[in-house]
Every structure is written in C-alpha cells, then in structure tokens.
C-alpha cells in the first residue's frame, strides 16, 4: 500500500510530459538495396520463408524493441521494416554486385506494426558483413525504415555492439560518439542472439 501511494504521488509530481526530451534516432541513408522485388512473405520470421522447409543459414538471432515519441511515450501501429543481407553479407537484390551465394530460405525483408507499449520483434540471421568500396567493409547492420502518421519517417541502420568493423565503418564513425550509442542495438541478457533496439520518432 505504501509503495503504491508513493508511487503515485511521484507519477503526480513528474508527469511524463516533464521529462526530458528523448533524443531521436539518427537517420541514415537508404542505401542501394532496398527491396524492389515483389514478396509475399514479409512476416516478423525472416528465418523461414512460407512455401520452403529449410531454416535460414546463419546464427539465428532475435531483435526486440519499442518505438517512443521524444516525450517518452510509446508509439503504437508505427510500420517497422526492415531488410538486410543475408549471413553471408548478400541481399536479395538484383544489383547487389556482392558474388556472395543468396540464400532462398531467407526471407530478407519484413514488415510489422508496432503493437502493445510500442514494441515489436523479429527473428532473423546475423546479416555479414559485405565489401562496400576499396578499404570498406561494412560491418553488420540491419536497415530500418519506421513510419506513422504524424512523425517524421525514420530510415536509419542499426548495428551489433562491439563488432571490430564498427570502428572503421565510413557510414557510423561520421556519427557523433551520442548518435553512435543511439544506433547500436544492446545485448539482451548477456546472449548474444538476444538484442533490443530503442527507436525514438521525431514528431512531424
Ligand atoms: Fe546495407
């Protein structure tokens, strides 16, 4: 009883509208790779694709998250894509020059609304990493593009920490070291196939 009168009186003191402003994630580019063929299977399981019995290669990993506004609140029904290589650092897209195998049992591209408290969740496959230009690998990365009425579309990237190539990615390190924290997703629970990424939406 006590713990919940006080509980409440803090809420009473500190309405959610007084605290600070969340800083939005930071928009990337697009990239050449967005998805331009035709899909029908773009539900939250990359790792299987409706109609084929194989799994995905690759380290199976899964990505929670929520969508916020700047004040903290969350955002439901926001539609969250995203696509990425495969484990093997090649998309399903007809001008990735990358002479890495495709791979048929991965689906590469989803979308979700965000549900319940903003949050959301796939599971997908490690994307690898791929040659970019002379001198650049870019380090392991899922694009995401989230969108609802009302905000500012966000298409940004979003990374694995402690990866070695994110010290030398072109891309990231013109980040400030505050964006870089914002883009790089955190370790669940000390697994590391369990990642939770925080996506906070500029109001338009
Ligand atoms: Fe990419």
Redesign the pocket.
Known sequence: MVSGFFGGFTSWLYPSHAVAEDRTTPHEIE?P?YPVMPQKDKDFDLTHVTGRRGPAKGKDIWITGEVYDSAGNPVEDAMVEIW??NAEGR?NHPHDPNPAPRDQNFQGWAIVPSGTAGGFRFHTVMPGS?PAGPGWE?PP?I?FKVMKRGFVELIT?MYFPGHPLNETDRLLQRKTDAEQKLMIAEVLRERDSDFHYRIVLERA
């Open positions: 990239g790779f990425q290589a998309y791929y870019r990365h694009h990237q």
